[in-house]
């Protein structure tokens, strides 16, 4: 069975924070992807990464960074100097040959 | 270039009464999806298809039934509606070799009374 948990149903920081939104998957393959989608206020899911399952290089992008770890089957997500634009709905996810979605972590970012 | 579009944004049914969700892409994308958003549920994928003509079972079919006649358009149909099947639905599209990349619609919010 596949299963994305998201622990974190809501944060809330002060711009300029940096905040961690937490993922942890369970799945019995050993190949897999992992993502995660930012949903803003206007609804629409916004990719921003993947990660496949042979792939534990931590990846940076701006400010936006991704740790994965295999053993403890966490793919954890940072944002660094939080700004007010970032505040959505977070989503992590899990393919093998479906996607399975986490319920997501509804980040707010107060000016 | 409109991306993924869904008709209608909006819709109240009666239960049991039926209606037909369209998504439309503009991007060629052989791979199309539909998924559903409920509050601390995050999205649960009802059907996808792989290319025009074929369809597969997501996680939650049941009630749900889909059509891709054309390969920018996947439609989802609600035989008989339920107040247990309101929720956002969402379509997403992605090509067959970037699947990991999927474009998703504005949403539709539906409400079953």
């Known amino acids: 069975a596949q299963k994305v948990t998201q622990a974190q149903t809501e944060i809330s920081v002060v711009e300029k924070e940096d905040v961690t939104l937490d993922c942890v998957y369970e799945?019995?393959?050993?190949?897999?992807?992992l993502f995660w989608y930012k949903q803003p206020p206007s609804g629409e899911l916004v990719f921003l990464i993947r990660?496949?399952?042979?792939?534990?290089q931590n990846e940076i992008s701006g400010r936006y960074s991704w740790n994965f770890q295999k053993s403890t089957s966490s793919f954890n997500f940072t944002i660094t100097a939080s700004q007010v634009v970032d505040s959505a709905v977070y989503f992590c996810?899990?393919?093998?040959?479906?996607?399975?979605f986490g319920a997501g972590t509804r980040l707010t970012v107060k000016p | 270039n409109a991306g993924v579009t869904q008709t209608p944004k909006f819709r109240v049914l009666k239960t049991g009464q039926s209606m037909t969700l369209l998504c439309a892409q503009d991007?060629?994308?052989?791979?199309m999806y539909w998924y559903r958003q409920d509050p601390g549920m995050g999205l649960r994928l009802i059907h996808y298809?792989?290319?025009?003509?074929?369809?597969a079972k997501g996680e939650v079919p049941d009630g749900y039934n889909v059509s891709r006649l054309k390969k920018q358009n996947f439609l989802l149909g609600l035989e008989s509606a339920a107040p247990s099947q309101t929720s956002v639905y969402f379509c997403?599209?992605?090509?067959?070799?970037?699947?990991?990349?999927?474009?998703f619609g504005p949403g539709t919010r539906l409400t079953v009374t």
């Open positions: 997403a599209s992605s090509y067959a070799d970037r699947f990991y990349e999927q474009y």
């Open positions: 799945t019995r393959d050993t190949t897999y992807y």
């Open positions: 990660r496949n399952s042979f792939d534990e």
């Open positions: 996810a899990l393919r093998k040959n479906d996607m399975r």
């Open positions: 991007m060629n994308h052989e791979y």
């Open positions: 298809s792989v290319g025009e003509g074929t369809t």
